[in-house]
C-alpha cells in the first residue's frame, strides 16, 4: 500500500521489471502475467520490492539505488532514461523531453513512450505535462497524478 493506493511490483533477477497502481489484486496479476507471458508469476515479496516502496516515502533523501529491468524499444528506453532525470517535485513538458533526448519533433511520439511506462512513479511519467501546463493524461488516473505532483511539490525540501 502507498498514499496513492495499492502498487504491484513485478521484478526479475536483474531488477524491478514493473509498478502499476491496483484496484483489484487479481486483475492485476492478469495484466502483468499478459504483459510478461514467458513469466513464471510467483507472489511473493522480496528486497527488491521493499526498496521500490521506500520511494513512496515522504523523505526522498537517502533513498536506496534500485536496478530496473526495462524492457521496450530503443526510443522508449531513451524516453524513459530521461523521465529518469527530472528532479522530484519538478515538472517537464512532452516536447522539452523530445528536445532532451535529441528529437525535438517527436512531442507525440515521447507521449505515447510516457504512456507505456512499465515502472510508476519510480520511472516519473507523472511529472510530464503540457506545454500549457495542463496535466494530460496518466495512465493510472489524473486525479491520482495531480495527487502525486502535489505531494511531490510539498515534500520536495524534505
Known amino acids: 500500500k502507498t ?8 521484478s526479475t533477477d536483474k531488477g524491478i ?4 497502481f491496483i484496484e483489484d489484486e487479481e486483475e492485476a496479476v492478469k495484466v502483468l502475467s499478459k504483459r510478461f507471458e514467458a513469466a513464471i508469476i510467483e507472489r511473493k515479496q522480496n528486497s527488491q520490492h ?3 516502496v521506500l520511494f ?20 522508449q528506453v531513451e524516453v524513459w532514461k530521461a523521465l529518469l532525470l527530472l528532479p522530484f517535485g519538478s515538472k517537464s513538458s512532452y516536447n522539452k523531453i523530445a ?13 505515447t513512450a510516457i504512456g507505456k511506462n512499465p515502472i510508476a512513479f519510480i520511472i516519473p511519467c ?13 495512465m493510472w488516473g489524473i486525479e491520482r497524478k495531480a ?12
Not at 511531490?152 to 525540501?157: A, D, L, P, R, S
Open 17 to 20: 521489471c514493473y509498478i502499476a
Open 56 to 75: 513512496f516515502n515522504k523523505d526522498q533523501n537517502n533513498l536506496p539505488e534500485i536496478k530496473v529491468h526495462l524492457k521496450g524499444t530503443t526510443f
Open 126 to 138: 507523472h511529472r510530464v505535462v503540457q506545454t500549457n501546463g495542463q496535466l494530460g493524461g496518466y
Open 99 to 111: 528536445e532532451q533526448i535529441g528529437k525535438p519533433k517527436a512531442s507525440r511520439a515521447v507521449g
Open 3 to 10: 498514499d496513492f493506493g495499492k502498487i504491484i511490483v513485478g
Open 147 to 158: 495527487a502525486i505532483l502535489r505531494w511531490e511539490f510539498e515534500n520536495k525540501n524534505t
Open 50 to 52: 521493499q526498496q521500490a
